[in-house]
């Protein structure tokens, strides 16, 4: 595999993949993603009487409701124990037989568009795996003769595959479709951060006195919550499973990331510059309040104004992001916020709707009453919680206006659309190996539905928007920078192409 380096033009046109063995990219495929698909094969195994028996008194059974919903489970396994217990089986083998197939680097298999005429719901997005299997995004990067291999396509298609696989072995049964592989990854992660909560949460309290009495204060009051509260959403992205391999808790925040949890974490801006790259903020700031006209009143609004996140992970993350949301309702810069999750358990940690709702429950149990309030903006259509299937689809995001029009369509209406998180970055360059230094619009291509902006934590080897010269100073003063989650971005693109 080290000659493969020298087989492929090295072009923009190139995207970040396993063939350069030196690569982040390399280390996902060889070690990250077979270790995921190895911690679900091994929980499964050893929890498999504890997750469905009733009789059971194990915690894995009496609150997976409460660490987190897998919806319906318990009561297939009581009504249909023998099929239920084949149909796990048969799980435990497809995933092992694709963690062989995947080591040993052989083609990728296609999926069975037969059982998706059975069950559109959950498969009907096979056929469109098929043709992206078939076309350019999956091209073999080493001969374009040979069929697309793990090792030798792109690393988002691969990563973003394996996924599939993983879900297409649940949506095959009949019994565990609603079964969530990484639940318990899920619950881990949000242990031991009471305190974290807490504090979060206080500080929105203390913020939302401070807003409703801000008739009389300058903007600028406004825009320092409002930077707060950006780089407390951007914090939250550390809590990423996938980049762990699974591995229970996110880090705990390094001292460059200021945290709900020091006496004053938000005004801590000596700390947030040294690990932020790029910071937008006071762009992303000015566009909002000119598309929200609200001027700083929070006695009229001027209209309708939609802000879109697009999520990220479940735990903490999750939770900064409603904060951020209710800032934005409240202080009127948003008449309306909408949080894009995935149809699906997907990259370990990623967002689902069942996620979303539990983790309202979750923000109840630690204290006020945010939970409920949001829960009532989800019946108001204050908050607003959608899925797509282009979000588990393996194209980047310059595809979706060929690949979901009325998706694209739809965020054309957006005042401003906050991405979140490594994948979505990825999927906004198209995890091409572009120079450090072009420009982050530049690196969008043909995607600008409207303002958008990105809050990301490294972790892959493709970032744009760099000053000249600071990609050397980092790389002196960390060759990992790049990949180590450590340093961040806040970019901002107005829209226009």
């Given at each position: ?22 690569s982040?990219a ?38 997976p ?39 040993t ?19 009907g ?27 030798e ?32 990854q ?191 903006y ?73 303002p ?36 961040a ?9």
């Open positions: 595999m080290a000659g493969l380096i020298s087989t492929v033009a090295k072009s923009l046109s190139q995207p970040l993949s396993a063939v350069d063995t030196s982040y390399y280390v996902t495929v060889q070690h990250r993603m077979p270790i995921i698909l190895t911690q679900i094969v091994d929980h499964l195994s050893r929890h498999k009487s504890e997750v469905y028996d009733a009789k059971t008194d194990s915690a894995l059974v009496t609150s409701t409460r660490l987190h919903p897998a919806g319906g489970l318990q009561d297939a396994w009581n009504s249909n124990r023998h099929e239920s217990e084949e149909e796990l089986k048969g799980i435990l083998g497809a995933l092992a037989k694709l963690r062989n197939e995947l080591q680097n052989k083609p990728l298999t296609r999926f069975d568009v037969g059982l998706a005429e059975k069950d559109d719901a959950y498969m997005d096979f056929a469109e795996w098929n043709a992206a299997l078939d076309s350019v995004v999956a091209r073999n990067l080493i001969s374009l003769s040979e069929p697309p291999k793990w090792f396509c792109s690393w988002l298609f691969v990563e973003t595959y394996m996924y599939r696989r993983i879900m297409a072995a649940i949506h095959e049964t009949t019994h565990l479709k609603l079964l969530d592989p990484f639940k318990w899920k619950a881990e992660s949000l242990k031991d951060s009471t305190k974290n909560v807490h504090n979060m949460l206080d500080y929105l309290k203390n913020t939302l006195e401070v807003i409703v009495q801000a008739e009389d204060k300058t903007p600028e009051e406004l825009k320092r919550h409002f930077g707060q509260l950006l780089r407390l959403s951007l914090w939250g992205n550390k809590g990423d499973l996938s980049h762990s391999a699974g591995k229970g808790k996110p880090e705990p925040p390094s001292a460059c990331h200021p945290t709900p949890e020091t006496s004053n974490p938000h005004d801590d801006q000596h700390a947030m510059r040294e690990v932020l790259l790029v910071d937008d903020s006071e762009a992303i700031w000015q566009h909002l309040r000119k598309a929200s006209s609200t001027k700083c009143s929070l006695t009229e609004s001027s209209g309708y104004t939609r802000v879109d996140i697009i999520c990220d992970n479940y735990g903490l993350e999750l939770i900064t992001d409603l904060i951020l949301g209710e800032f934005l309702i409240v202080s009127r810069l948003a008449s309306q916020v909408c949080y894009h999750v995935k149809a699906m358990p997907w990259f370990v940690s990623d967002t689902t709707v069942p996620d979303l709702l539990h983790i309202l429950d979750v923000i109840n149990d630690h204290g006020g009453k945010f939970g409920d309030k949001w829960r009532d989800l019946m108001s259509g204050k908050f607003i919680a959608t899925t797509d299937a282009f979000w588990t689809l393996p194209y980047d995001f310059d595809w979706m206006k060929k690949k979901a029009p009325a998706l694209y369509d739809y965020f054309k209406g957006s005042a401003l659309i906050i991405f979140k998180g490594d994948l979505n970055y990825r999927k906004l360059t198209g995890d091409l190996k572009w120079p450090h230094t072009t420009p982050f619009k530049t690196a969008l291509r043909s995607f600008h539905p409207a958008l902006c990105t809050l990301r934590g490294l972790k892959a080897e493709v970032v744009v928007g760099l000053r000249e010269g600071q990609a050397e100073d980092l790389t002196q003063q960390d060759k990992d920078w790049l990949t180590c989650g450590e340093f971005v806040i970019q901002f693109s107005d829209g226009s192409c």
